[in-house]
């Protein structure tokens, strides 16, 4: 992949194209194919959170941190200010919430407003993980209140990373 977005070069799409882009880059990155992902969601113009998730979650996959990070502060802007509050599930399903990898899942459109945020929080912890922005992992991991264990590993490592071992 490049370093410059692909947006721009193709004329504006209809409604209906641009959502046969999306599904086609979500269907992509459900098979594990993050460029072609990418090459589809990049020609859809007007940006939204999982539009914008989704993008940064293929630049993840591929190594590109910087623009997969860059994305998701952006992504961000589109969450409310103040968060919801998540409903707690049925015991069974919560018993495995805190060990899955729904932040390397594809974004669907019309997904709850405080599943999106999780799911982007715990993404951009690990892109933040990449870069070596240990602070702002930790600041992420405070921030949802529940023990992902995916980023309790990271913490571990940015503990055993910087005490020099």
């Given at each position: 992949m490049g370093n410059t977005p692909l947006a721009g070069k193709q004329p504006r799409l209809s409604p209906e194209e641009e959502k046969c882009l999306f599904d086609a880059g979500i269907s992509y990155l459900s098979d594990g194919a993050?460029?072609?992902?990418?090459y589809c969601?990049?020609?859809i113009i007007a940006p939204d959170l999982p539009l914008?998730?989704?993008?940064?979650?293929?630049?993840?996959?591929?190594?590109?941190?910087?623009e997969?990070?860059?994305?998701?502060?952006?992504?961000?802007?589109y969450l409310p200010t103040v968060p919801f509050r998540q409903e707690a599930l049925p015991s069974p399903l919560s018993a495995n919430a805190c060990n899955d990898h729904l932040h390397l899942c594809p974004?669907?459109?019309g997904v709850p407003q405080e599943l999106?945020?999780?799911?982007?929080?715990?993404?951009?912890a690990e892109t933040a993980f990449r870069l070596q922005l240990y602070g702002e992992v930790k600041a992420i991991a405070a921030?949802?209140?529940?023990?992902y264990q995916h980023i309790e590993k990271l913490?571990?490592?940015?503990?055993?990373?910087?005490?020099g071992n």
């Open positions: 993050p460029e072609a992902a990418y969601l990049d020609r914008l998730f989704n993008k940064a979650l293929c630049c993840y996959l591929s190594g590109w941190y910087e997969g990070h860059r994305l998701l502060g952006e992504a961000e802007l974004m669907p459109r999106a945020r999780t799911q982007l929080l715990r993404l951009k921030s949802l209140q529940k023990p913490i571990k490592q940015i503990s055993y990373d910087t005490e």
